[in-house]
Structure formats: structure tokens, C-alpha cells
């Protein structure tokens, strides 16, 4: 069936939107081909604007092991650092500094934070916030004005969330509505259809004028409007958007996997999930972790 390019999404003659028909009985390996499909269109105009990607990461005073921490780190930059939209920064925020060369990345910077450490699962939220004041404030500083989007530090990029943003209006929020989610212990991956950002911290793209950053983390400023949308719980953020009236978009495309089962989640660290957590609590098919999602989110060392 020959397919025509509308707006911001692939149409089929007949109305069949790809980007809002993304079945979860297809295998993954079709869905993301479908994904794939509009980002081959060759209309797809790009804005000027860069991506800066803000991780909080967790204190190894408060993990259970710094191993896998460093490890799910170096797993995530490498999904990011292989987008194919070169037009990005990394800003990693922590208290100790990860031994692995993704950090060493001319596109990744560190930034060491001196305030102590969270005690407990229950000071995580309050802790990684502050980190993204930190990293607001050296956006500020360096004079950045741009996308900046929230990334846990266990979540893999799809190689295409950088170009997918670019090929956006300038000025317009992102809200992930879709997503992929993976248990690495089941060894099982599958689709969340809807209301993706609920469960995942990785889900937000905002747009900030240098101005809209904090001139320093300790500052009032850092909890003004707009800035205050990321230190916000990712759950609400359509009705914080709303409350500021500011234009967002839905995403349908899944350009974010959820990473569980590692053993250091902060939501299985709180108790909100277990290793038991499979495609069935959501109403989708699992299916083996395989290489089909790696060849989209490319977090291997040596991916396909």
C-alpha cells in the first residue's frame, strides 16, 4: 500500500496513521520497523536547536552494587552517543565519578555534586533534583539554550530520539506516551502502548531559553517557572504543561526503553516494582530480549 507523508506522521492512502496504529500484537521487531519508516521520509525538516540530555546519577553510598550502576551507565550513554543526530550533549550529575570511558565522551560532561547523599530510597527524588539544578545551573553558565531532556541513568535512547526531536518545531515540549520496557532478569521485552510517562523518569523533552535555567543550584530560581517542570514528578507533567500553558506534543513513537530488573531501579529499591514485572501487567505480548531491539537502541558494546 503506498504511504504519504502528513504533517508529522506516515499515512497510508485511506487515513492509516503508523505513528497512532502501533499494534501490540505486531512482533517488536515490526513495530520498530514501522518507526523506522518515518524517519526515512526525506521531508523531515530539522530545527537548529541541541538536545541536552540531564542524568542524575545515583550515590554508591546508596546502591546496592556500584558495579552495576557504573554498568548501567555506560549502557545508557552508549545508546545516546549512538544517535544518528550528532547535535547533542550529555550532563552527568553524581557524587562519585563512574569508572568507565562512555564518561570520558567528548559529548559527556561530569559534573561532581558536594551536598551528601540521600540515606535512604526515600531521599532518591529529592536527591536526583537537585542534581538537575546542578545541571541546569551549568547550562546557564555556558550559555545553552536548547531541548533538555531528563534521563534516568539505567534507560536506553533509540538511535533516532536526537533526530526525531530536530525534526520538530522549535519551541515545543515532548511528552513519551509510548514506550518499550525490558526485564532483565525474565530476559523479556515488550510494548506499553499508552501512558508510558507515568512509569518512566525518561519521558520529557523540554524546550529553555538560557534564561529559563537557574543561575546557580541553591538559588530560588531553580524553582521558578519554567525550569520548575523538571524537578516536577514525571507523572503530572501534562497538567503541569497545561498550568503554563505551554504547547507539547504527544509522542506515539517508542524512542525510550524502560530498563527493569538490573537491581539497582530506584522503583524496585522503593517497592513499587519487583522482578516478577512482565508485558502481562500491561496488557501487552512479551518476548525474548533479542538483537531486534538492539539494532534501534543500541546499548551494547558492540551492537548490531
Excluded at 523506522?36 to 552494587?65: C, M, Q
Excluded at 558495579?67 to 552517543?81: D, G, Y
Excluded at 557524587?95 to 535512604?120: A, G
Excluded at 543561575?215 to 501534562?238: D, G, Q
Aim: aromatic fraction near 12%; include cysteine; hydrophobic fraction near 35%.
Amino acid at each position: 500500500m503506498k504511504r504519504t507523508y502528513s504533517k508529522d506522521k506516515w499515512v497510508d492512502k485511506g487515513g492509516y496513521s503508523l505513528s497512532r496504529h502501533i499494534s501490540s500484537v505486531d512482533s517488536i521487531k515490526e513495530q520498530l520497523k514501522r518507526v523506522e519508516a518515518y524517519f526515512l521520509n526525506k521531508h523531515v525538516n530539522k530545527n537548529k536547536a541541541e538536545v541536552a540530555f540531564a542524568i542524575s546519577l545515583k550515590s554508591k553510598t546508596v546502591s546496592r552494587n556500584w558495579n552495576n550502576v557504573q554498568s548501567n551507565l555506560a549502557k545508557t550513554l552508549r545508546s545516546i552517543l549512538n544517535n544518528t543526530d550528532p547535535h547533542f550533549r550529555v550532563i552527568v550529575a553524581g557524587h562519585e565519578k563512574p569508572n568507565i570511558k562512555e564518561i570520558r565522551h567528548k559529548r559527556v560532561t561530569w559534573l561532581s555534586v558536594n551536598f551528601p547523599p540521600p540515606s535512604n530510597p526515600k531521599g532518591f527524588s529529592k536527591d536526583k533534583m537537585r542534581k538537575r539544578k546542578v545541571i541546569g545551573a551549568y547550562l546557564r553558565k555556558i550559555g545553552f539554550s536548547g531541548y533538555f531532556m531528563p534521563f534516568d541513568s539505567d534507560d536506553w535512547a533509540h538511535h533516532r530520539l536526537v533526530q526525531y526531536v530536530r525534526s520538530q518545531p522549535l519551541r515545543k515540549d515532548f511528552v513519551i506516551d509510548t514506550g518499550m520496557m525490558v526485564n532483565l532478569v525474565k530476559k523479556e521485552a515488550w510494548l506499553r502502548k499508552k501512558r508510558f510517562y507515568i512509569g518512566c523518569g525518561s519521558s520529557e523533552v523540554f524546550y529553555f531559553a538560557n534564561k529559563d535555567f537557574p543561575l546557580a543550584p541553591k538559588t530560588n530560581s531553580a524553582i521558578k517557572e519554567p525550569f520548575h517542570l523538571v524537578l516536577k514528578a514525571h507523572p503530572k507533567v501534562i497538567r503541569n504543561l497545561r498550568a503554563l500553558r505551554r504547547p507539547y506534543k504527544i509522542v506515539k513513537f517508542p524512542l525510550v526503553t524502560w530498563v527493569l530488573g538490573h537491581g539497582d531501579n530506584n522503583s524496585m529499591l522503593k517497592g513499587k516494582k519487583d522482578n516478577t514485572v512482565s508485558a502481562s501487567n500491561y496488557g501487552s505480548q512479551g518476548e525474548k530480549l533479542e538483537n531486534a531491539l538492539f539494532h534501534y537502541f543500541k546499548s551494547r558494546k558492540n551492537h548490531p
